[in-house]
């Protein structure tokens, strides 16, 4: 799914910037396991770091850090 116009998919954020979770777009089992870890509408979340050739980004939501596959973070959609 494309996201709002404003709006981008996670992995297009760059480290040490902030923004809001606007939507996830996942099958129900990756929806499920992405809002237990915390990725919920209106959540704020900060990239920390990002791994070479697109691997895993390490964001953190509050303050919970977690490593999330670059596909699985594709399916969430942010604002600044």
């Known amino acids: 799914m494309t996201p709002a116009p404003g709006h981008f ?3 297009a954020m760059l480290p040490r910037h902030k923004a809001t979770i ?5 099958a ?3 929806y499920q396991r992405l809002t237990a870890l915390g990725f ?3 959540q704020a979340i900060e990239i920390i770091r990002r791994a ?3 691997g895993p980004l390490h ?7 977690v490593i999330i596959r ?3 973070a594709a399916c969430i959609h942010v604002a600044p």
């Open 9 to 11: 998919l996670l992995p």
């Open 22 to 26: 606007t939507a996830v777009h996942a």
């Open 28 to 30: 129900d089992g990756l």
């Open 40 to 42: 919920r509408r209106g």
């Open 52 to 54: 070479a050739f697109a």
């Open 59 to 65: 964001v953190r939501l509050g303050t919970t850090d």
């Open 70 to 72: 670059g596909a699985d």
